[in-house]
C-alpha cells in the first residue's frame, strides 16, 4: 500500500508538470508580477494559486467517483470555461496593455498577490475535465484513488509540480526580463492570445 501512495504522488506531480509546462493563465501571470513587483509578490501569488489547485484537485476526484466521467458533466465544464476565457482574451487584448504603463491604476486584487492568485487559479475551470479524467484513468488500473487519504496524496503530488513549473517560470523569465525580453513587454498580449486559443479549443470541443 505505501507503494501506492509513492505512485499516485508521482502520478499527480507528472501530471501538473506536464499540465503547467506550456504557458498559461497562471504561470504567465506569476511571470507579470514577478517582473513588475518583485519575487516576494510572486511568491504569495503563487501560493493563493496553490490553495486553489489544491482544492480543485480534489474536486476533480470527487466528480470522478460520483459521475465516472460524465459527458455532460464535461460539457457544462466546458462551457463556463468559454465565458470565463472569453472574457479574459478581450480583457487582455482589448483593455490591459492601455493599463500597463499606469502602476497606480492597478486593481486592488493586484496589490493583494495571494488573493490575486487564489481568484485567478478558481476561474482557471479548465484543470478540471483533465483531472477528472486522468483520476478515472488512474482508478481503472485498480489505484486507489478515490480513498481519501489516497485523493489527498494525489493532490500534493499536483500541487507540488505546480510549484515546481511556476518557480521555474518565475526565474526563468525574470533573468530574462533583465535584458528588456520582447516576451514581458507584450506580456498582456501573450496572456491574451493564451486565453483566447484555449477558448477556440473549448468551442471545438463543444462542437463536435
Given amino acids: 500500500m ?3 501512495y509513492i505512485t499516485l504522488l508521482f502520478f499527480g506531480f507528472l501530471a501538473a508538470v506536464v499540465g503547467v509546462s506550456l504557458p498559461g ?3 504567465m ?3 507579470k508580477i514577478a517582473n513588475e513587483d518583485s519575487y516576494q509578490s510572486a511568491y504569495r501569488y503563487v501560493l493563493g494559486a496553490l490553495v486553489v489547485i489544491f482544492i480543485q ?3 476533480a476526484i470527487f466528480f470522478a467517483k460520483l459521475i465516472d466521467s460524465s459527458a455532460a458533466i464535461t460539457a457544462a465544464l466546458h462551457e463556463i470555461g468559454l465565458v470565463i476565457f472569453g472574457g479574459l482574451t478581450i480583457y487582455f ?3 490591459a496593455k492601455k493599463r500597463e504603463h499606469k502602476k497606480e491604476n492597478r486593481s486592488k486584487l493586484r496589490q493583494v ?3 490575486y492568485g487564489a481568484l485567478l487559479a478558481a476561474i482557471n475551470v479548465f484543470p478540471i475535465p483533465y483531472y477528472v479524467f486522468l483520476s478515472v484513468t488512474i482508478a481503472s488500473y485498480h489505484y486507489p484513488i478515490f480513498v ?3 485523493t489527498a496524496v494525489f493532490s500534493l503530488g499536483v500541487v507540488s509540480g505546480s510549484a515546481l513549473m511556476f518557480f521555474l517560470y518565475v526565474f526563468f523569465f525574470k533573468k530574462i526580463s533583465r535584458e528588456d525580453a520582447f516576451l514581458l513587454h507584450n506580456i ?3 496572456i491574451g492570445t493564451i486565453t483566447g486559443i484555449i477558448s477556440l479549443i473549448t468551442v471545438y470541443k463543444l462542437v463536435i
Fill in 148 to 150: 481519501r487519504s489516497y
Fill in 93 to 95: 487584448l482589448g483593455f
Fill in 57 to 59: 484537485t480534489y474536486i
Fill in 29 to 31: 501571470n506569476a511571470v
Fill in 2 to 4: 505505501q507503494l501506492a
Fill in 188 to 190: 498582456n498580449y501573450v
Fill in 113 to 115: 498577490p495571494f488573493f
Fill in 25 to 27: 493563465l497562471l504561470n
